[in-house]
């Protein structure tokens, strides 16, 4: 009788123990996925192993990959990361940056059967962490998109990574995604990118976007801020859409702080051009990348298929692009846009139906 007491005495302060490090622990965790970063990045979900069936199909280098997702463009991020998924034997880790209201439904969309071997980390995009340095229009409160500025905050996204791969959400991947890892960077360049006026893309002017192709059709040139800066009006720019990064050159190089500034000047001073409305992301890094960053294979960005709603490339021409990217009006989930069905072809449907929704108003809204 007395052991019996004895060992229920044991046992009772055994659990008391194992009831109290739980308790620690879930604080711990608590703490850990609510308390916000210095920049309001919240790292919320992690996916950190696959299974050990396909680590011993893929090859061990890890290629980071980040991609902003937002909820009304949640399927096109969605085909983005499988098309990427699909074509490469690296274990690819993808980094989401979305916004709080947008997280159930971005993870009850991975547990779809084709992404279920996905690993990825979602990450909370604070949109405070940008007052002060964006000018909101209070008559348009909607066109401010603040995911579009996630690439500017890439070292405290992927912060141990030495080198990430940064694409948007309207892409299809058709090549192994370790090529465009491998793009070499010069020494000194925090990043590589595709120059426009050198690739393919360039050759057909986008119909009263102003010049995309050149400094002067993103940058304010009588102001006297950015004649100071002696950058040279035609100098060809290129698209952000698409970039590798090269971190340790980018925290040694501050960047993001380098980009911080010129968004707060520019709502003191109206910096950028007046001919590409809307465009507030690509002017800073152009002027902070000025001659100094490396070039990306301009396969790897076939940019402008939602530019128009018709074919500027042959089916020749798509079916050997690296990348394909609908930048432009027509995106192929919500407009009638040229070889949407290669986007479909990666689409997975959404299990909660929203956007299956949105993109049918979209097509009854172009039928008017």
């Keep these: 009788s007395v052991n019996i007491s004895i ?61 902003a997702a937002s909820d009304e463009r949640l399927g096109g991020a969605i085909a983005a990361m499988n098309s990427i998924y699909q074509h490469t034997r690296s274990n690819v880790v993808f980094h989401i940056v979305t916004l709080n209201d947008t997280v159930d439904h971005l993870r009850m969309w991975l547990r779809s059967p084709p992404l279920k071997n996905i690993r990825y980390r979602i990450l909370d995009f604070d949109p405070r962490v940008l007052e002060g340095k964006v000018q909101v229009d209070p008559q348009k409160p909607d066109t401010f998109k603040p995911l579009t500025f996630a690439r500017f905050y890439l070292p405290h996204l992927v912060p141990h990574a030495e080198k990430v791969i940064y694409v948007d959400d309207d892409v299809i991947v058709q090549d192994d995604i370790v090529e465009l890892y491998n793009t ?156 949407a069905e290669v986007w479909e072809k990666w689409y997975v449907p959404d299990p909660a139906g929203k956007f299956n929704l949105i993109r049918r108003h979209s097509e009854a809204y172009e039928a008017k």
């Design 7 to 67: 060992l229920l005495v044991a046992v009772v302060i055994f659990l008391l123990v194992i009831h109290h490090n739980f308790l620690s622990l879930s604080d711990f965790l608590r703490r850990e996925l609510s308390d916000p970063s210095p920049l309001g990045l919240q790292p919320i979900d992690f996916i950190p192993a696959a299974p050990q069936r396909l680590t011993d199909e893929r090859n061990d280098k890890e290629i980071s990959v980040v991609i």
């Design 184 to 339: 070499p960077l010069k020494p000194g360049h925090a990043a590589a990118f595709s120059d426009d006026c050198d690739s393919t893309s360039s050759k057909v002017a986008v119909r009263g976007a102003g010049n995309q192709y050149n400094y002067i059709g993103f940058l304010d040139y009588q102001k006297e801020t950015i004649r100071k800066l002696a950058m040279k009006a035609n100098t060809c720019s290129f698209n952000p859409g698409v970039f590798v990064a090269n971190l340790t050159e980018w925290k040694l190089q501050n960047i993001t702080e380098q980009l911080e500034k010129w968004m707060a000047l520019n709502v003191v001073e109206e910096l950028y051009s007046k001919t590409l409305a809307g465009s507030i992301t690509t002017p800073p890094l152009l002027i902070v990348f000025y001659k100094q960053h490396s070039s990306i294979d301009p396969m790897w960005n076939v940019r402008h298929l939602g530019s128009s709603s018709g074919k500027r490339y042959s089916p020749q021409f798509v079916k050997a692009a690296k990348l394909l990217h609908w930048n432009g009006h027509f995106k192929p989930w919500g407009r009638t846009a040229s070889y």
